[in-house]
């Protein structure tokens, strides 16, 4: 009897220990730790979020949307609180187009907390996934870029990854504006992650509307065009654009290979490079009318200048031949251009001299930046004139030794369209209403002098002219072809079989309303500008001709 109520008298005594002791944790749980505690259970049950501000649209200059978001959400788990992961999974796959075996190994881990299930899901999508009522699924908000017209001009709009920032093309340049400022949000979750209340506690501001210069539809023929070159001839890629000379605005700016703006990420690597702005290449004959041009300004030519040109011409130790071999020939400045003489312009380059002809090298914009509104834009490779060897002038003439960006010669051949002045092109036309302010520009050569070079480029399609097979009817078109051999990088010499192909035209001659240049890097099967880019050229332009309302003159 004494022993048991020992035992009972332990146990008892026991008890009141633990009961003690759990007061005492009590107490510290509530005095010390209870503020720090409270935080964390509220933690888990309020989240705010951020509330990304709707990106602002980007349209064509007719307000053709190219650029645009829609609302869409960030699916998450939360996997401890998934109670059944393969048939949770089995649900979400179709919904969220995820396969059901990767959700499966998302939903069934144990070392951590969050996991992302799909990101952007289109609102749609992300309704019927809510309606699912799955504890441990969370949605945070957020939009999907979309690209309506899917691969047109998508190297000039660029791209947004999927954190909402601008990865190249206007999207990059312009993604301040473009990004506007985002909220925020208060809510309040239940067990389960299941939102019961929300509330915004920050207003998200939309990011600024951009319009654009470029028209849809002539974008849209000439990226077809560019396609049909692509098919015939297999280049490693082909760009070209369509401008106004008055004003610099770019109506076009086309690249192949395409790209799909909604998946840049399926293209080749280089797809995405807007070869517009970041190609450099020697020029070939294209440059002649820039030496003409800056002759004729320093009144070392005029277009009837008669010149008694040998088969071939020696400059220091090199001797340059003709493309196309001929006898002694006679011709005037305007069959030089027609013709694209090698020695002709050489001839001209000479009369002009090193030193004046380095600096309307400068003057006309290469060795530098257009200044276009777009990123990614190179500046070309040009010789100071203090490195200038004896052979120097035996090859910048004609359009060699010197590296260019298709929107370089552009701008340059803009000199010529417009009256004489070096305008900045530009493809954003305004930003929420508000028109930008392009450059007046600088007068470099005279309107007289501009006029002659277009009426000499007009033989360029006449008989006897290197583009005669190209025509518009009711048009009088002005222009200039280049074909120009590559660097062999492994040899450091001119490749014998890789060429670049070009063609830089305006209409109507006369007064032009519109500049087309195209440029093909490494034609296969035929090389000349001529054949290759010149028929595109005529593509391009009596399309946007007729589009634009320009009356034949």
């Known amino acids: 009897m004494i022993l048991v109520e020992r035992r009972i008298g332990l146990l008892f005594a026991s008890f009141l220990a633990l009961l003690a002791l759990a007061g005492v944790r009590v107490l510290y749980l509530g005095l010390v730790k209870g503020s720090g505690l409270s935080n964390a259970a509220t933690a888990q049950q309020v989240a705010v979020t951020k509330l990304p501000a709707e990106r602002g649209m980007i349209t ?21 609180l998934i109670k059944d992961p393969v048939a949770t999974a089995n649900r979400l796959s179709p919904l969220i187009g995820v396969p059901a075996d990767k959700l499966v190994s998302e ?34 908000p957020g939009a999907l870029r979309t690209y309506p017209r899917g691969a047109l001009a998508a190297q000039v709009l660029g791209a947004v990854g999927i954190d909402g920032n601008g990865l190249f093309g206007l999207e990059y340049a312009h993604d301040k504006v473009l990004r506007g400022s985002d909220g925020e949000q208060r809510r309040v979750l239940d067990g389960g992650r299941q939102a019961i209340e929300t509330r915004d506690l920050k207003a998200a501001v939309p990011g600024g509307a951009m319009a654009l210069t470029i028209d849809a539809e002539i974008q849209q023929r000439t990226e077809d065009v560019l396609q049909g070159v692509a098919d015939e001839y297999h280049p490693k890629g082909a760009t070209a654009i369509v401008m106004n000379p008055k004003t610099g605005a770019v109506l076009a700016m086309a690249n192949w290979p395409k790209v799909d ?30 030496t003409v041009a800056a002759a004729l300004q320093d009144k070392k030519v005029t277009p009837t200048t008669s010149f008694n040109l040998a088969p071939s011409i020696q400059v220091a130790d090199r001797v340059i031949n003709e493309s196309h071999a001929r006898g002694w020939e006679t011709l005037d400045t305007a069959a030089i251009l027609a013709q694209s003489s090698n020695v002709g312009a050489i001839t001209i380059g000479q009369r002009l001299g090193a030193t004046r002809f380095s600096k309307w090298v400068d003057r006309f914009g290469f060795g530098q930046r257009s200044g276009v509104d777009l990123p990614g834009e190179e500046r070309g490779l040009i010789t100071p004139l203090a490195k200038y060897s004896g052979s120097s002038m035996g090859n910048m003439p004609m359009g060699q030794g010197e590296l260019v960006t298709p929107m370089q010669m552009m701008s340059a051949y803009g000199v010529i369209a417009n009256g004489g002045t070096l305008l900045k092109p530009h493809v954003v036309s305004s930003v929420n209403g508000k028109a930008t302010s392009p450059s007046a520009g600088t007068q470099i050569i005279s309107a007289e002098n501009a006029a002659s070079v277009r009426k000499m480029l007009t033989g360029v399609f006449q008989p006897g002219g290197t583009a005669s097979e190209v025509s518009i009817p009711g048009y009088e078109l002005a222009g200039k072809t280049g074909t120009a051999n590559k660097i062999d990088p492994t040899t450091g010499k001119y490749s014998d079989s890789k060429y670049v192909a070009s063609f830089i035209g305006m209409a109507p001659a ?44």
């Open 60 to 80: 064509d200059r007719k307000g053709v949307p190219l650029a645009a978001s829609i609302p869409a959400d960030d699916v998450s788990a939360t996997p401890y």
């Open 107 to 140: 939903l069934a881990r144990r070392d951590t907390g969050f996991v992302y299930l799909a990101r952007r899901l289109p609102a749609d999508a992300a309704d019927r996934v809510r309606a699912l009522k799955i504890d441990g699924i969370d949605f945070a």
């Open 261 to 290: 703006a909604n998946n840049p990420g399926a293209a080749p690597p280089d797809a995405t490079e807007n070869r517009a702005l970041g190609m450099t290449y020697e020029p070939g004959s294209t440059f002649k009318s820039i």
């Open 510 to 553: 006369a007064d032009p309303q519109l500049l087309v240049g195209v440029v093909v890097d490494e034609p296969q099967g035929d090389i000349y500008g001529g054949s290759v880019a010149a028929p595109a050229f005529g593509k391009i332009t009596s399309f946007a001709l007729p589009y634009l309302r320009i009356a034949p003159k």
